[in-house]
Structures are given as structure tokens and as C-alpha cells.
């Protein structure tokens, strides 16, 4: 099993571990007494033979409950739910909750484990991509407020990560792309091999025919075929975000850079439920949208040279993800101004100077789409 440490001042305050099989979790649950699971439900399969595999080796289970993974139910509503079922076990302060799912149930979960009597500790095993390589990893929790995005959270370290490439295998081709944009993302920011490497993976996946947006045909065998490929991207994506968390575990500063794209992102899918309809854009299709968004307007404020957004956009398409805006920039405007992130009514952009070379750029909304205006 591989291990990939996050570090605050010398001191291992979080663990990410990459395995294979499903019995490698239960020595990372030693010496726990007792072990509570929340899992999506719909990979609820998956959690019982977890469940199994640890009740067999003598891991203290008591207790499995299943949430919804959608945005509308990551409220404070689903965090009760999960607070009232531990209440009702008789989970004590010294259990452990053990999260298994996507990053809506992770988020959800680490944040009420956290104030669930003041704070018990909780583990994840991630089952998308995007929680494998984003998520699940460096301690941010919460829930969303109306229609803002995890308006509500703490960032607090889950006692370990423990990704499983092989639980992703179920995954729909589309959710395996949304995953795919965090982790191109994370290696704009860090890592320009690992981004021409995994450009080049994901844009073999077009090579697979046939095969629908929601449609698991022929992608299924498609990634077990892949898996080393795959596990060593996951690795590779892990490392950065572990190495940036472990510099700036509270966003000071460069932990920032990990929302490359984010306020566009965020402003996207904040004006598509704040109109009343359901996303059309999940996170990580929003992600390449607003990483593309950032890479036009890094060239608009002259902080890249020309055709690093073409390129950023053409890398992208290649791999099937979306890169235009599915609306005016006017009104990206509001909604960017909503964004938590906003501080004086300027906003920390991260725009790309290259790839693997990101810098923090203060301006406002306003700012930014007039300089978008001009680029497009
Ligand atoms: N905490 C952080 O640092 C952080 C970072 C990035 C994103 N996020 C959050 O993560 C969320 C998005 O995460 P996500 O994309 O994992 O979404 P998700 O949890 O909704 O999962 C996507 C879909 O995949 C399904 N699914 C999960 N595992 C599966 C499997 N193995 N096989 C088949 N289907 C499976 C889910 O039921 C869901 O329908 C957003 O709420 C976002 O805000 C958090």
C-alpha cells in the first residue's frame, strides 16, 4: 500500500493510502472501538461488502446508514440526519465515522462527524474520482446554504483516505470526467508531466466507441484494462494536493491556488440552481468550464503569453469535457460577487502563468469580466 503523508510543522496530521483489495482498510482500523459507516446509496453494494470484510476481521461495525448523494440534500438537514443516527446508536466521543462515497457524502459526513458531540473522528474511503483526487483529501467539510456551496464546513482531518482505484470502475463515463477535470486541474497547478500524461489518458478514452455520457458500456473494461495507468495519476494527484495541504492546511494563502477555476465554477452552478433548475454542469464539468474561464483570463491580464487558453481548451474537448460557459459573462457577475471567496468585493482569482505555474490575482467581478470581454 502506498502512503502519502500531510505534514503541519513536522507533525503527520492526515494520511492518504492507495490500495488494491478491500482487507487492506482493516489495519488502519485498529484500535478503534467502534466503528459507525455512512455510504451513498448507491454504492451501497460496495459498502456491505466492506462492512463484511471488516466485521470479518474483528472490526467493532455498529452501525451502517445510507444518504443521497445530491447537491440539494448536502444541507444542514442530511448533517442532522447523520448527527441523530449516531445520537440514537450510542455513538460515544471515542467512535469513528467511516464515510464511503463521492464528496457530497464525505463532506457531509466529515462535517457532521466533526460536531457531532464537539467532534468524533472520521475516515473516508472515496468511491469517485473526484473525491479520490480532490475531496476526500486536506480536510475541508460542509454542507451548502440555499443555493451557496458549502457555505457551512470546518476544515478538520479525517484519520485517513484510503483510495481504492478499483471501486471506480462503476463510475458513468460523465462522473469519471468530473473527476478527471479536478485532477487536469491540480496538474496545471503542479505537476506539467503529469498533465501532458493524463491528457493524453483521458483523450484515449474517446477511442472507446459508442458510448453515451451516462452509458457505463465498454468504460467499465476500459478502466480495468487501465488501472496501473490510473492508480499512478491518482498517486500523482493525491501527492500535490496532500503537498499543498500539508504548506497551508487553512488557506492562508497558497492552499488558494487548489480553486484554480473555482469562482467560475462555483458562479455557474450557484446561477443554474439559484434559476431553480438542477445543475446541468456537475462540480468537475463546472471546474474545466471556470479552469478555462481562468486560463482566458490570465492572457487577458497578460499574466500568460497567447494561446494558453487555446490550448488549456483543446487539451480539454480532446478529453470530452465541456469548456464554454453555458451562459452570458454578465451574468457570471452576481453570482462571482456571492462567492465566499470574495473579500473587500475583490476576489482571489488564480490565474495560470503556465502549465504546473499558477499565481494569486486580486480584482472584482466586474474586473474580471470586463477583461473576459475583451478575450472572447
Ligand atoms: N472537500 C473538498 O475539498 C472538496 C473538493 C472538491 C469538491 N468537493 C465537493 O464534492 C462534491 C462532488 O463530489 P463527487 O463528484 O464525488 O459527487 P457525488 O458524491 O455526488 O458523486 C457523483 C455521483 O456518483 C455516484 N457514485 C459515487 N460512487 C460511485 C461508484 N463507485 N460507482 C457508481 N456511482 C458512484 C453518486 O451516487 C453520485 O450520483 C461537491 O459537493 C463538491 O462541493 C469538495
Redo the contacts with the bound molecule.
Sequence with gaps: MKKIEIKEGGRTIGMVCVGQALSEVVPLLDGYPAVYVVH????RD?AADLVSVLSGSGVNVCGLMSVE???EN?NMDTAMRICRWLMESGAERSALLLAV???????MA?FAASVYKRGIRFAYI???L??QV?????G???V?LDSY??MIGVIRQPQFTWLYPE??T???RR?FL??AA?MLKTFIISGGDCYRECVDFLGSLNLVPGIAADSKDGFESFLRLNQGRLSDLICAAAAVKAAIVSEDQFETGLRRRLNLGHTFAHAIEWYERAGGTDCAL???EAVAVGTVLAARLSEASGVSGHGLADRIADNFARCGLPTACPFGLDDLEDAMNKDKKAENGKIHFILIRNIGETIEYDMTAAEAVALLKGAI
Design positions: 451513498d446509496m448507491n454504492v460496495k448523494a445530491a447537491e448536502k462515497g463521492g464528496g457530497i457524502t464525505t463532506d466529515g472515496p468511491t469517485t473526484l473525491a480532490d475531496a476526500a483529501i486536506g475541508k467539510t460542509g451548502n456551496k458549502n471501486v471506480l462503476t463510475l458513468t462522473d468530473s473527476g479536478e456537475s462540480h468537475g
